[in-house]
């Protein structure tokens, strides 16, 4: 698949309807309905404020949460217009259509003038938005005269709002945000500086199957910790508790542990794990620890976080990296107890001068919450996205896009 996509650089929009699709996808206070995090919204300023100085017409749409049953008041955009008008310092008209493409805003975009913004009602109140149905994807094209695309976090999955009106718009092309996920990360995967590193966790070894085989053929060295990591210890032989487990994927991490002998791969999985005996409730919750070598797990506790030694490993093989890609936690990272593994990775990413990229996900957010964002080169907007990225999988929000 070719990465290299059109970018709004290299188009002028003045006098044009550009329907632009953005990640409004934001936390909202489940009493207040207010915003509780504005961050994406704010990463999407750059490509309006272009479309906007270019004298386009711009037509936003986006999807909020997962109503189930078409629309949702709770899911409604209203506030994030609201919102969005106080950052741009301009009015944003809000097309308040329960079909999304209704009488609001077809009058609304009809009255546009060059620079205006108008933002459509959440995209997934029509059930035919997650189906790709091509009669939503036309009555959305029926709005614009042309088509970007700045949901990286949306763009691998065939939706009307993100594939099905790439073919009744042109050109198609990608925003800032894309187009910067496109560029760091195919860099990272095509032609990294050396040495590469990726760092693999979070809990479930069935989610980075294909991750994992498609970075062994690319990287120099793959750390594998969190609750993933338990399935590659048993597959060598190690007993490792009530600690998390994939019984049918035990030859699978043998394999994988094998075709990183073959390929001169480094795999690093942990040396010593922080074992609990209960799983704290709430999730951050005080809990009493034990630390124990990776081969010595009691069989009536539970490794949920990489012990001292493993954290001293991983840090050195970050720090002696070129390139970093990190994809899920070390551990338990929401609880403070069990956040120390994460950390370590976390900051050893922070203290190196090689490029970092953090995946998206539960990783973006764990350095977010212990403040290292600013130290890293590059946080993915899609823990998704940049998941099926990583698997080297076509994604159909950018395969649809006009290629340079």
Known sequence: MNYKKKSIRDVSFAGKKVLLRVDFNVPLDKTTHEITNDKRIVAALPTIKKLIADGGKVILCSHLGKPKNGPEEKFSLAPVAVRLSELLGQPVVFANDDTVVGDNAKAAVAAMKDGDVVLLQNTR?????????????????????CYVDDAFGSCHRAHCSTEGVTKFLSPCVAGYLIGKELAVMGKALENADRPFVAVLGGAKIEDKLNVINNLLEKVDTLIIGGGMAFTFLKAKGYEIGKSLLDETKIDYCK??????????????????????????????????????????????????????????????????????????????????????????????????????????????????????????????TGGGASLEYLEGKTLPGVACLDEK
């Open 255 to 380: 394999d994988m542990m094998a075709k990183a002998a073959e390929k001169g791969v480094q795999l690093l999985l942990p040396v010593d794990t922080v074992c609990i005996k209960d799983f704290p409730n709430p999730i951050d919750a005080p809990v009493d620890t034990v630390t124990v070598d990776a081969d010595a797990i009691p069989a009536d506790m539970e490794g949920c976080d990489i012990g001292p030694k493993s954290r001293e490993l991983f840090a050195a093989a970050v720090k002696s990296a070129k390139t970093v890609v990190w994809n899920g936690p070390m551990g338990v990272f929401e609880n403070p107890t069990l956040a120390a593994g994460t950390l370590a990775v976390a900051q050893a990413m922070a203290d190196s001068d090689a490029v970092t990229i953090i995946g998206g996900g539960d990783s973006a957010a764990a350095v977010e919450q212990m403040g290292l964002g600013d130290k890293m080169t590059h946080i993915s």
């Open 125 to 145: 109140f029509r059930k035919e938005e997650t189906k790709n149905v091509e009669e939503f994807s036309k009555e959305l094209a029926s709005l614009a005269d």
